[in-house]
């Protein structure tokens, strides 16, 4: 039996749906399952509190030195707003409310200030529509139309592939050298905006982008790592799914299922068999995906890392949970390496090649992805050792510090918003109720922004 109950928490209404069971009902599993997910809500608190005590109002916490760190002269306060939708994720409410408030009285893109395109997209404009979805506060929409308004100059380039910046005041663009993951990671976003405030361009100008860029594969449905938005010119024909690269692929799924894009549709279809017949390569220590020339598909480095780690994920979206499994396993293998995930392995050797972490999230991802779709509790123990591994290394007393080398465990002074917005989401996903979030109707951006089909 499920009651559902509707909650006044401030000026945000949440629904919960509550399922009528007696204590003993419950099992062991299922109990220390929600104690490992209040845990993780614990850990969010603990990180975020810090961030409100020496960084409030700017873009990041430095956990070691108790200050902040801001990209840009004037801070736009992209902690804020990355990590509202993962409170209210885990019923947070009252400090989502607070949050949403401070945000929206604050927060101004009429800033003399040049950004770079992509991660303002991913982390900004992707949490304020999935806090306006989730909230229906206008206000936050409103926010997300002024800043994609400000972002649309990007986009004039002779290919209509975007240049990497833009100044939010005057609309001056730089930087016409770019990547497939710059690119080709604006589509949910513009998409998303363009079906909630009516207005095609934003959807256009961020499809044209991906098409122009696909269309520019090489013969063997290849990318590579640089091309010049102005001549469509690749700069860098190294063909991977790590940095630069790596969420081109991602959006070419994810916006299939959300618009129904039959041209994305088909360029994801396209491309993944591209990656599984050219840079696929089972060796003794597992499945991994390498790199490649685009042009002639000769292998050239045994590289995988943090990054490579969120096409498990991508795969068991698109059905592929045997190579979904595979890969995670791989992954997983990584990470305990050096009980950490470095930055870089070679999976010739097991050996790591740059030892950094700066705490991100794709692993914990691509857990969260095969266990809704599989169900396999193998994905849960992962959790754990991802969450265990956190709070022994990197949890400090103010925050969690990212990693100089994860094989001393020497700390960096850093903790970038994708913390809260990813690693701490996915975490606590692995262990909420499944139905928390149902991933056949939700699409999350790369930023773990969740975007429902409202429209």
Same mark, same amino acid.
């Given at each position: 039996?499920?009651?559902?109950?509707?909650?006044?928490?401030?000026?945000?209404?949440?629904?919960?749906?509550?399922?009528?069971?007696?204590?003993?009902?419950?099992?062991?599993?299922?109990?220390?399952?929600?104690?490992?997910?209040?845990?993780?809500?614990?850990?969010?608190?603990?990180?975020?509190? /810090?961030?409100?005590?020496?960084?409030?109002?700017? !873009?990041?916490?430095?956990?070691?030195?108790?200050?902040?760190?801001?990209?840009?002269?004037?801070?736009?306060?992209?902690?804020?707003?990355?990590?509202?939708?993962?409170? =209210?994720?885990?019923?947070?409410? +009252?400090?989502?409310?607070?949050? @949403?408030?401070?945000?929206?009285? *604050?927060?101004?893109?009429?800033?003399?200030?040049?950004?770079?395109?992509?991660? =303002?997209?991913? @982390?900004?404009?992707?949490?304020?529509?999935?806090?306006?979805?989730?909230?229906?506060?206008?206000?936050?929409?409103?926010?997300?139309?002024?800043?994609?308004?400000?972002?649309?100059?990007?986009?004039?380039?002779? %290919?209509?592939?975007?240049?990497?910046?833009? *100044?939010? @005041?005057?609309?001056?663009?730089?930087?016409?050298?770019?990547?497939?993951?710059?690119?080709?990671?604006?589509?949910?976003?513009?998409?998303?905006?363009?079906?909630?405030?009516?207005?095609?361009?934003?959807? !256009?100008?961020?499809?044209?982008?991906?098409?122009?860029?696909?269309?520019?594969?090489?013969?063997?449905?290849?990318?590579?790592?640089?091309?010049?938005?102005? %001549?469509?010119?690749?700069?860098?024909?190294?063909?991977?799914?790590?940095?630069?690269?790596?969420?081109?692929?991602?959006?070419?799924?994810?916006?299939?299922?959300?618009?129904?894009?039959?041209?994305? +549709?088909?360029?994801?279809?396209?491309?993944?068999?591209?990656?599984?017949?050219?840079?696929?390569?089972?060796?003794?220590?597992?499945?991994?995906?390498?790199?490649?020339?685009?042009?002639?598909? !000769?292998?050239?480095?045994?590289?995988?890392?943090?990054?490579?780690?969120?096409?498990?994920?991508?795969?068991?979206?698109?059905?592929?949970?045997?190579? /979904?499994?595979?890969?995670?396993?791989?992954?997983?293998?990584?990470?305990?390496?050096?009980?950490?995930?470095?930055?870089?392995?070679?999976?010739?050797?097991?050996?790591?090649?740059?030892?950094?972490?700066?705490?991100?999230?794709?692993?914990?991802?691509?857990?969260?992805?095969?266990?809704?779709?599989?169900?396999?509790?193998?994905?849960?123990?992962?959790?754990?050792?991802?969450?265990?591994?956190?709070?022994?290394?990197?949890?400090?007393?103010?925050?969690?510090? /990212?990693?100089?080398?994860?094989?001393?465990?020497?700390?960096?002074?850093?903790?970038?918003?994708?913390?809260?917005?990813?690693?701490?989401?996915?975490?606590?996903? =692995?262990?909420?109720?499944? !139905?928390? =979030?149902?991933?056949?109707?939700?699409?999350?951006?790369?930023?773990?922004?969740?975007?429902?089909?409202?429209?």
């Amino acid at each position: 039996m499920k009651f559902h109950i509707l909650v006044l928490c401030g000026s945000l209404f949440v629904l919960f749906s509550l399922t009528a069971v007696s204590q003993p009902a419950l099992t062991t599993t299922r109990l220390e399952d929600a104690q490992t997910a209040e845990r993780v809500k614990a850990e969010f608190l603990h990180a975020w509190s /810090a961030y409100k005590r020496y960084a409030w109002g700017h !873009e990041h916490l430095k956990p070691l030195s108790r200050s902040y760190d801001d990209w840009h002269t004037e801070s736009l306060m992209t902690t804020a707003v990355d990590a509202l939708d993962t409170m =209210i994720l885990m019923g947070l409410n +009252e400090e989502a409310g607070k949050t @949403r408030d401070f945000i929206v009285e *604050n927060l101004s893109f009429d800033k003399d200030v040049e950004v770079k395109n992509f991660e =303002i997209t991913i @982390r900004l404009l992707g949490g304020l529509l999935s806090g306006y979805q989730l909230m229906r506060d206008d206000r936050l929409l409103k926010l997300a139309d002024d800043l994609g308004g400000r972002l649309l100059p990007v986009f004039d380039s002779p %290919t209509g592939m975007p240049y990497m910046y833009v *100044n939010l @005041r005057t609309g001056k663009v730089r930087e016409a050298v770019s990547n497939p993951a710059e690119i080709g990671t604006l589509l949910i976003e513009f998409g998303t905006l363009s079906k909630l405030t009516g207005k095609p361009v934003y959807y !256009e100008k961020a499809k044209q982008a991906l098409v122009e860029l696909f269309n520019r594969r090489s013969s063997l449905g290849l990318i590579g790592e640089q091309i010049n938005v102005e %001549t469509g010119v690749w700069v860098d024909p190294s063909s991977h799914i790590g940095g630069r690269i790596d969420s081109y692929y991602e959006y070419l799924l994810k916006c299939w299922r959300l618009f129904d894009d039959k041209d994305c +549709e088909q360029m994801w279809k396209e491309s993944v068999a591209a990656l599984h017949k050219h840079l696929a390569h089972e060796v003794p220590s597992g499945l991994w995906y390498g790199r490649v020339d685009m042009m002639t598909g !000769e292998r050239k480095k045994t590289w995988f890392g943090g990054l490579e780690a969120f096409l498990p994920a991508v795969l068991a979206l698109g059905g592929d949970l045997d190579r /979904a499994k595979r890969l995670q396993e791989s992954s997983y293998a990584m990470w305990n390496v050096a009980g950490l995930e470095p930055e870089l392995l070679d999976y010739s050797t097991m050996k790591i090649l740059n030892p950094g972490y700066p705490l991100r999230p794709e692993i914990m991802e691509s857990a969260y992805y095969l266990l809704f779709f599989t169900g396999d509790s193998r994905y849960r123990e992962m959790g754990r050792t991802f969450l265990e591994s956190l709070i022994k290394y990197s949890r400090t007393e103010n925050g969690y510090a /990212a990693f100089r080398n994860v094989e001393t465990k020497e700390q960096k002074d850093e903790m970038e918003s994708f913390f809260l917005a990813e690693t701490l989401k996915y975490l606590y996903l =692995i262990f909420a109720p499944r !139905e928390t =979030i149902d991933l056949n109707t939700v699409v999350f951006n790369t930023e773990a922004h969740p975007i429902r089909r409202t429209w």
